[in-house]
């Protein structure tokens, strides 16, 4: 089977309310749809990456790209997964996290998005929270960053929230725009301490090697 070959297939992160997991091919081009309808409100510019500046048939390609891509180019020592995040069984959004050399630095990037038809419900908190949880006590991580637009409110405050402390600010170009991103760093003690939703982890004893673990772990 092809789980056998490739057993993120099989990894589950839950919480009461949704489950991150890879996508099946319906359920990915019901994400790209969901992001063909709008991520964002018109005029805003969340993401470095300005995909969401595309029309709308090019955004939803560019999600089904991305995740392929990502997929096709997985190592042990580069990878990025992408979890689709799933709410009564229907596809509302992505939670990627992605690292280099994990099993020496112990360090994920995350970021996400979210259909705009499901934002403002507490969804953006919990499957980050969801991802922390896979960070840290599945993965066995010291460190995860994120970084957000310093406009950009609402991530800033879940990152807050979740026990993520200020790392300084990258200065980037946009459009012919600086634009100052607001880096944020969330340690192992940090998270131990920080109040955050119940999270379970199936599937993921498998998944260690291609992480760059040794299964034991």
């Not at 996508?23 to 790209?32: F, N, R, V």
Request: contains cysteine; hydrophobic residues 45%.
């Amino acid at each position: 089977m092809l789980i056998d070959h490739w057993p993120l297939l099989g990894l589950r992160v839950r919480t009461d309310r949704i489950e991150l997991r890879l996508p099946g091919d319906e359920e990915l081009s019901e994400l790209a749809d969901l992001a063909a309808r709008g991520v964002h409100e018109p005029g805003q510019r969340p993401f470095l990456m300005a995909w969401t500046d595309l029309p709308p048939a090019e955004r939803a390609r560019h999600v089904v790209t991305r995740h392929w891509r990502n997929l096709g180019a997985w190592t042990p020592q580069d990878w990025a997964l992408g979890l689709a995040v799933f709410e009564d069984g229907r596809p509302v959004g992505v939670q990627a996290m992605w690292s280099r050399d994990f099993a020496i630095t112990r360090e994920v990037t995350s970021a996400s998005w979210l259909g705009l038809a499901h934002q403002g419900r507490g969804i953006g908190r919990e499957m980050r929270a969801a991802m922390l949880h896979l960070a840290f006590a599945g993965l066995g991580a010291a460190h995860a960053t994120t970084a957000s637009f310093t406009h950009n409110a609402a991530p800033l405050a879940i990152s807050r929230k979740l026990g993520y402390r200020p790392d300084g600010i990258t200065r980037d170009v946009l459009h012919g725009q600086v634009m100052v991103s607001q880096r944020m760093r969330l340690t192992r003690e940090d998270w131990e301490r920080t109040e955050r939703p119940a999270v379970t982890v199936g599937g993921l004893q498998a998944c260690l090697p291609l992480f760059g673990l040794a299964e034991a772990e």
